[in-house]
């Protein structure tokens, strides 16, 4: 026997009430007037003026399907509603005996469901110190309800920051992704097995007695982020052994104990709220070389970079000839100012002296770039594939967009010598007789982009070892400014309006705004009143400040050369990461307000006072010795005359 789909369960059975199937497809009412009204509502259709369209002859067995348009009209005559269901009708309509619209209308079997209530007002409308200052008072509640001692203000602090973020509300369904790793059931499978295991450690946190157990329970919406979170996480970065390392997970969190859920609980509340996940700051390392500050300018020639083999590195190790120079004027003539930008290497012209028509310096307009290089990130264990390169500025994949971004102008940089030359010469350093001068200099230049390339806009020179300033100025390049490029310069335009002419009994150090000179090189001179062919020049990254200043110079100093990269130039490891791992400072710390160049030149010096003090806890090893700022190798063994 089929059984019935119960399309005919509304319909009065016309036999009622003596029907006598077993399992009758029909409705069976005992109610008063039911067995009469109906089957005279089907036998005599006549009174009510709902109009229907029906074919057939008039019979007493049911209709299949009532029509509301069309094809000839009858009237029939439906069952009285039950009383409860009426409703009243006002007098008027009562006095004339016209029946009122609802008397027509056959509620749906859907109107009886109860209402969904209106949907939560979104976090994001909710004051952050109304969110506050309800879970502070939830706490307090709870705590004087338990009998616990109160926790300190900043436990609080951070209870209301987590529930702050779970004011957001999800379910626990798989967050959607353009490539997902597997099919959604396998997500949803795998993202409510995490779920559990999160719901039976937070059970056991609150069981426990710890006075942190409010500031650790979680609630079922913020336990339901956290499985969400960690699902998504894994499945965008992992998606090749996404099942493997989820299930990995699972298996974890079944065999975790409590002690280590709470050490877990206790770095994500630290990570949510400002300034309490940061790590504390490395205790900077002092510098200890063995040697007194005469023996290290002794000792630092010996870290002096060889001549040759310096222009493979970009170094100017010669001055270009003056046939060079000619060829280099001829061809910027026949360009006609068309350069390659550095930043989008987008072609673009250039005027220097502005162009007559519209006083334009450049053309092509705006410049949208990403102003960190491209990086890859590290690989997760387990995965086969290389991430995709992706920009350190925005993290955005390679390819992506054409940048984050926009400058008013293209900018180039010029790195060859003869064009390098050609707007300023490049000089040897001078030689001079002087018993005043420094032992080494230190000196850090910052550049910026000019109608001329990239041009020198700040010089500072600190003596070595002991890092006092020597020199530090604002400089005018010669071209007309295209960008300060402030972002790594740290040099800005009010600077230069604030700026005093450079004076030459004015200390060094003294007062907060940089003197300027007015022009490069004026600023080259001041350097040269420093230095001589033999004082070592230190800094990191050499070639680019010795080529903004149009130097040649025989003894170098390059960090570059004394911490090489393993995979050999032209790699290279920046200034600020090896502060931070071989003398544990944090260096570079202006974010977009720029570098400073003095605390550059002062880094780069301490890292050559770094290395020193190694080489010669090494050579100490081996036998050497030091008198008088004199180094003396090992005496050799004394052999015994047979």
Partial sequence: MFSSLGLFKQTPCPEHPHCLARNCLFAHNDSPGYKNDTIAARKFPKTHSLEIADSESENDGPRK?????????????LPNPPKS????????????GQKTPTDYEILPRTASRT??????????DIPARTLASENEER????????KIAAPSPSSIAKKAAVQKAEAVRESLNP?????????HPIRMKLVTMLYEQMIRLNEEVKKSEDESRDALVLSDQALITEALDEEFHVAKRSPT????????????????????WKEERNKKIAQKIPDAGQKKPSVPKTIETGLTPAEEIAFVPRLAAQQEGLSKHGYITSMPTAAEVEAAQKGIESSHG??????????FQVFPGRRAEDGALTSGGSCTYHWARPRRPEMVKGETKRPDLKYACCDETLGASTGCTKADSHVFKVSDPKRLALVMPFQPTPVQERSDLPGAVCFDCEM??????????RLTATAWPDGRELLDVLVRPIGEILDLNSRFSGVRAEEFANAAPYRKDMQPGIGSALQTVESPSQARDLLFELLTPEIPLIGHALENDLNAVRILHPVIVDTCFLYAHPRGLPLRFGLKLLMKKHLGRDVQMGGDQGHDSKEDARAAGDLVRYRIGEMWQKMKGEGWSTRDGVFYPPRPLDTKQA
């Fill in 175 to 183: 967050r959607m992704l353009p490539n997902p790793p597997v099919s």
């Fill in 448 to 457: 910026g982009y000019t109608t001329y390339g990239m041009e020198l806009i």
């Fill in 338 to 347: 068309w350069e390659v930008c550095d930043r989008c290497k987008t072609r």
């Fill in 241 to 260: 052994v996404y099942q493997n390392v989820i299930k990995s997970r699972i298996m974890i969190l079944k065999r975790m104990k409590l002690e280590i």
């Fill in 85 to 96: 269901a009426q409703k009243p009708v006002s007098p008027e309509l009562a006095k004339t």
């Fill in 139 to 146: 706490v307090k509640e709870q705590l004087i309800r338990n």
């Fill in 115 to 124: 209402i969904s209530p209106p949907p939560l007002r979104a976090a994001k």
């Fill in 65 to 77: 399907r009532r029509r509301v348009s069309g094809g000839l009209k009858k009237e029939i005559e």
